[in-house]
Each structure stands twice: as C-alpha cells, then as structure tokens.
C-alpha cells in the first residue's frame, strides 16, 4: 500500500475574521499535502471550524441571531477564502455538524463508562475570555482577561492519571512533539503535578455546546468538543475502515496551543486506548513589525487585502518562504514587497523571460537540444540531480521555508551560468553552444517550477505549460527539445514600492 500522510490544522473559531495567522498554517498545510501527492503518497488534508462556546452564544446574541444562524452567515469567510487561497482540503469539519457531535457524546460515555470522569464542585479562578479554570500562576501571568471566582459543580476528565505516562512517551518519541524547543517546554510543564481537567459548563451558564450524554444539565467544554474534530472526521466509531487508514497523522498549530493538544488531546487518546499523534508542530507568530497581531490593536493583516494587491501565488510564495521553522517572522508590507521582487521577479521571472528571449530570438522560438555537457553545464546538473531529492527530505521534516531556498539557490546558479556563458554572444559564433545553454536553463526553470508547484499551483502551472512539460517530473533531462514557445505576459511583474505623496499638495 502506498504510503499515507494525514494532515490537520487547527479548527480555527468561527468568529474570528480570517488574518494571515489562520492562512499561514492552512497554506502549509495544503502545501505539505501537494508534496505528498505528488510523491505519490495516499493523503488526506483536515480543516474546518470550531463552532461552540461562549463567544459564538454571546456574539450571536448581539446579532439576535440564533448560534446557528450566526455559524452559517459566518463559514463561509473561512471556505470562500481557502477556495480563493487554492486550498485542497478534503474534507471541512465543522462541529455543529452530526457527524461530529454523536461521536464527541459516545466520546464522553466512553471515558465516563472507563471512570476516567468523575462530577464534584470547584471553586477557582476562571477566565471568561479564555473560557476556563485557570491556576493561581496563570492568573498571576497576567496573560488571563476577565477573570473572577467560580464555584460549580462539574465533571471533570482525569488528566492528571496520565501525567507519567505522558512524560515517558515524549521522552521516548523524539519526532512527536516538534520542534525541539516545543518538546521542552511540554516537558518543563510536565513537572509542575498535572490537575484534572473541568470539562463541562452548566446549561444555566452557557448552553451553546455538545450535551453531556449522562447529563443533560451540562455542555461540554469547547476544547473537548474541538480536538475531537481530528478523529470524528475520519470516521473513529463510525468507519472503522477510514478511521485505521488514517490514524494517527500529523497536527500543525501554532505555538498558542500547545498545551491543550500536547496535553488535552494526548490523555484523552490515552483514555481511549488510541495512538497518539505521529508528530504535533508548532509554528512560531506572525507579528506584525515587531508587535502582536490583535484586533485591538487595528494592526491584523487581512489576506484578501494581500490577495488583490499581488495574487494568490505571491502570498502563498512569500508566507512559506519567509517563515523559518518554528521562529516568530515580522510581516511588514515592505517586506512582502522586497521577498517578492528579489525572489519572483528577479530570480525566478527574469530568468524564465530571458531564456523564452533568447529561444524566440535566436532558435525561432523552439527549445534546443541539449547537447554534450561542458563542465559549466555539469555543474548545474550536478544541483538539478539531487534537487529534488533534497527537497522532498526537508518537506518531510517540514522545513518549507529552507526547501523553497534550495529550488532558489539553482535558479541563482543558473542566472550566474548565463552571465558567464552568455548565450546571447555566443549566438553570434556557435548557435549549438548558445542551444546547449538556453536547454540547460530551461530544464532547471522546468525542474523548478516542478518543485514550486506545491507552493504557488497557479504560476508553476504556467511555466510548465510554457515549456510543454505538464506533468513532467524530478529527473534532470525530462525536457523536450523541439517544444514551440508561446508567448506569454510576464509571470512576476515587479511591484514597484508605494511612493510617498509628493509635498507639492
Ligand atoms: N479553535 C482553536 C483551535 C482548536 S483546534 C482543535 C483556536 N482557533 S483560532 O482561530 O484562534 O486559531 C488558532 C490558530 O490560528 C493558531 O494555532 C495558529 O495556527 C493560527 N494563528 C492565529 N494567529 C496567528 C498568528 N498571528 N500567527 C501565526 N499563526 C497564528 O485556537
């Protein structure tokens, strides 16, 4: 059977307006699964929507709209902008769904059924932002909005039972909680003792939520119900056959949640006698400048904004390549502007305008032979060779970012190759010789844009429909000579810097 690759982001609150936060872990996401496929590999690519909790009541309350209602006007924010974002999602969860709710209640009977959930009354600190019990140390943090003391009655899970077990089992699992710094921070937290987890809320106080099943009194708390999403969708209780082809899988998050999915979600797949994850990542932030992106702050970049400024491609291009792995990255639209010019439309666009010049110029517009390889042509074949090869390696350790570097660093050499060989001149004396270059540059455009296909579909898809090489694939040579040319607008058009106003008013 071929290999499999299971993929999630987190389901992300249906309130919220869309920010290039959420299209940054979606893209990566989409991106990690393009590169699966194309690798062959069975795949499946989980998003959706965490509907319940108290803000979706109250912010449905202020509309005078039903949660439900509220939900429904609002999906579509999100599933407009992954369509536009070329997301290949497939599935979408939402958890007012049936499919989900029925499995988070069998979820529950199942671990209260085990004894893993018990009923007593807390009295606390709760943060009603937050919608939790939150510590003495937590709140000290100041990190924590409205908060204030609640006593209650409610079931709690017994999370703290698996505390051990857990510490072992991400000691032992090296790749599972990543990266590395991610891992410790899990296991820095792991040495304070491990409370139980409150997970219903009384109707009276919120009834927005899934039923507990052994009391109606009560909803489940959101976090309970979210991370559920990651199994209900792929058929746990309800296709045995889905559910065992795709558990476990990889979670991709940001690094704000981080305890409830390496904490929350781990004891209650213990509970449930289930594998743990393959691997959770976390991203670093997006901040905008040097500052946290928040909506009180007005500083939230928008995606569609970006969008219809400089396309899909561009943004999907910039947001994989100027995150590093795991680091917080700065958006500024300056530095969107220069990542954009220097990689898309120097590198990459120039050189695929000037070697389709050249061909159209001097060959009548039809791709060369390739003819025998000096060692000038061997050096770039040396890169092309094992390109992919590299490539494929830091996708499969998730660093995007680094992979899209390595498909840049042949492009460079090649824009080098032609200062040196000069194709142009050549022409002049030795048309074959000046054919041999222009073949070798348009084979590394081609085996580039085979690799960028995952992150910009749209622009790559271009390229290799320029070169007639749809569908073409890593081995160096694979290119066509004798491929008539079309012409064709420029691919990355340099976007020139927003000038000032002049002071003349
Ligand atoms: N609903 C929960 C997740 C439940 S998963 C079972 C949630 N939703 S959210 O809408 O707040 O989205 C959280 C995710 O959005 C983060 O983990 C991260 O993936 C992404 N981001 C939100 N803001 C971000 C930045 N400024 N930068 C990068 N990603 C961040 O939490």
Request: aromatic share 10%; charged share 25%; hydrophobic share 40%.
């Amino acid at each position: 059977m071929a290999e499999k690759f299971y993929v999630t982001t987190p389901i992300y609150y249906v309130n919220d307006a869309p920010h290039i936060g959420h299209a940054y872990t979606t893209i990566l996401a989409d991106v990690l699964s393009r590169f699966h496929r194309a690798l062959g590999h069975d795949t499946f690519f989980l998003t959706g929507l965490d509907e319940h909790g108290q803000k979706v009541q109250q912010a449905a309350e202020k509309r005078g709209l039903s949660p439900q209602a509220h939900c429904d006007d609002l999906a579509p924010r999100f599933t407009d902008l992954w369509k536009t974002l070329g997301i290949s999602n497939d599935d979408f969860i939402r958890t007012t769904q049936d499919r989900h709710k029925r499995i988070v209640q069998q979820i529950l009977q199942k671990v209260y059924d085990k004894g893993d959930i018990y009923q007593k009354e807390y009295e606390g600190l709760y943060s009603v932002a937050e919608e939790r019990f939150i510590t003495e140390k937590e709140a000290e943090s100041g990190q924590f909005r409205e908060v204030r003391v609640l006593k209650e009655k409610n079931y709690f899970f017994k999370m703290g039972q698996y505390q051990e077990r857990l510490v072992r089992y991400i000691e032992e699992h090296p790749g599972f909680i990543r990266p590395e710094h991610r891992k410790n921070e899990m296991l820095g937290f792991l040495r304070q003792p491990l409370g139980d987890l409150c997970i219903s809320r009384p109707k009276s106080r919120l009834s927005w939520g899934i039923e507990i099943p052994f009391d109606r009194d009560y909803v489940t708390y959101v976090w309970f119900d979210a991370l559920i999403n990651y199994i209900s969708a792929i058929g746990y209780l309800s296709e045995e056959k889905k559910f065992a082809r795709w558990w476990p899988g990889v979670h991709l998050i940001g690094k704000d949640i981080l305890t409830t999915h390496c904490i929350y979600w781990t004891t209650m797949l213990f509970s449930l006698d289930l594998p743990l994850p393959d691997t959770i990542f976390a991203h670093g932030w997006w901040l905008m400048g040097e500052s946290k992106m928040s909506k009180s702050l007005g500083n939230v970049v928008r995606p569609l904004d970006l969008i219809q400024k400089h396309g899909v491609d561009a943004v999907r291009y910039y947001l994989m390549s100027e995150m590093v792995l795991g680091a917080d990255a700065s958006f500024t639209p300056e530095n969107f502007i220069k990542r954009y010019n220097s990689d898309l439309a120097n590198d990459f666009g120039n050189l695929l305008n000037r070697v389709s010049g050249l061909i159209t110029k001097n060959h009548g517009g039809i791709i060369p032979e390739a003819g025998t390889p000096t060692p000038a042509e061997e050096e770039i074949i040396s890169i092309g060779r094992t390109l992919g090869e590299r490539v494929n390696a830091l996708v499969h350790d998730f660093k995007v970012d680094s992979a899209i570097n390595e498909v840049l660093n042949l492009v460079r050499a090649v824009n080098k190759y032609m200062e040196v060989q000069a194709p142009w001149k050549l022409a002049k004396t030795d048309l074959a010789a000046a054919g041999r270059v222009l073949y070798c540059a348009s084979e590394a455009l081609r085996l580039s844009a085979v690799l960028l296909k995952a992150v910009m579909p749209e622009k790559a898809g271009v390229v290799l429909g320029i070169l007639g090489a749809e569908g073409s694939g890593l081995t160096w040579g694979e290119l066509r000579s004798g491929v008539a040319l079309p012409s064709f607008p420029p691919l990355f058009p340099r976007i020139e810097a927003e000038k000032p106003p002049s002071p003349r008013g």
